[in-house]
């Protein structure tokens, strides 16, 4: 797992991406509706935490 988030960081800050715009494009009608746009936030934030992770993993490599 290690060896793919650093290896794969520019795809997860890609995805991270993608996620954040579904959230920011999801319908917001009623209560349940804000739920499910969190939570797509969420997993957008867990995305770019990971991106971030393996940016730091991968520049420490290259010391």
Same mark, same amino acid.
């Not at 959230?23 to 349940?32: I, K, L, M, R, S």
């Not at 739920?35 to 940016?55: K, N, P, R, S």
């Given at each position: 797992?290690?060896?793919?988030? !650093?290896?794969? *960081?520019?795809?997860?800050? !890609?995805?991270?991406?993608?996620?954040?715009?579904?959230?920011?494009?999801?319908?917001?009608?009623? &209560?349940?509706?804000? *739920?499910?746009?969190?939570?797509?936030?969420?997993? &957008?934030?867990?995305?770019?935490?990971?991106?971030?992770?393996?940016?730091?993993? !991968?520049? !420490?490599?290259?010391?």
């Amino acid at each position: 797992m290690k060896k793919f988030i !650093s290896n794969r *960081y520019g795809t997860l800050l !890609s995805v991270g991406f993608l996620f954040m715009l579904a959230g920011q494009y999801y319908p917001d009608v009623t &209560a349940t509706d804000n *739920y499910i746009g969190a939570g797509i936030y969420i997993v &957008a934030c867990i995305f770019f935490l990971l991106a971030l992770i393996g940016t730091i993993l !991968s520049f !420490s490599k290259k010391k």
